[in-house]
């Protein structure tokens, strides 16, 4: 969405279309289109940060990508791949929700590493969120404290998680209380590099663009976008 216009002087207006409408929901943005149109032409600016990512694509180049609202690396990069090829007729929700059950039973953690900047984690993990906003997946709080204009990622540190955890901590995660699981760390950090001992698939804004290594950036002030005025 924002590859192309980061860090230049324009701005951003958001007409939701999309299957997961998780950007609109973190700055009130309505999903009617005639109230998206009239907020495109009449809302406020406002400037937030842009997250910038380096990896490899599965041919082995190297490639990079801006996002506005989430990146990761493991599982979620499998479920936007299967969420991306089913039918939507039964609406976001529950399609990032099914396609996110039926990778789980098959998905087996890996050891990875996540080099922050000040602290590293290893360890066998399901998942490595980076995240600027808050909203991912039609609607999952994945990040529930994140804010898109403080200079820093919140990166949400899926651990070795199993099926148990998954039947009990699932239906939590839209209400952002996952977060509270002891298998789940929250850190806050501008930068964050993540490797892994087998290739692990890499997602950006609900789109599997490549593998890892993979280094994310934030990016201060990239963006401008179209906001409602406060009534």
């Known amino acids: 969405m924002v590859n192309g216009i980061a860090g230049r002087d324009v701005e951003l207006a958001t007409i939701p279309i999309g299957t997961g409408m998780d950007f609109v929901r973190t700055y009130g943005i309505p999903t ?33 990508r801006w996002f506005a609202n989430v990146g990761s690396v493991g599982m979620s990069g499998a479920v936007a791949q299967r969420a991306n090829g089913m039918s939507k007729a039964l609406g976001g929700k529950a399609t990032f929700f099914y ?8 998905w087996e953690n890996t050891e990875v590493t996540v080099r922050l900047d000040d602290s590293e984690r290893r ?16 609607g999952m709080m994945l990040a529930p404290g994140a804010q898109p204009d403080d200079g820093l990622f919140d990166v949400v540190l899926i651990g070795d998680v199993g099926k148990l955890d998954f039947l009990t901590t699932a239906p939590k995660i839209y209400k952002g ?33 490549g593998t890892t290594p993979a280094a994310f950036e934030i990016v201060p002030g990239a963006l401008r976008v179209r906001v409602p005025i406060p009534s």
């Open 32 to 64: 009617a289109f005639d109230d998206a149109v009239q907020v495109a032409r009449d809302g406020r600016p406002r400037t937030i940060d842009a997250g910038l990512v380096r990896f490899r694509t599965w041919g082995g180049d190297d490639a990079e």
């Open 123 to 138: 360890g066998r993990m399901h998942d490595v969120i980076v995240a600027n906003g808050v909203w991912h997946g039609g």
């Open 177 to 209: 209380k996952h977060v509270q699981h002891p298998k789940v760390e929250v850190l806050r950090s501008a930068r964050v590099d993540v490797d892994a001992t087998e290739h692990l698939p890499i997602e950006v804004e609900g789109e599997q663009v």
């Open 99 to 106: 396609a996110l059950t039926r990778v789980f039973l098959e």
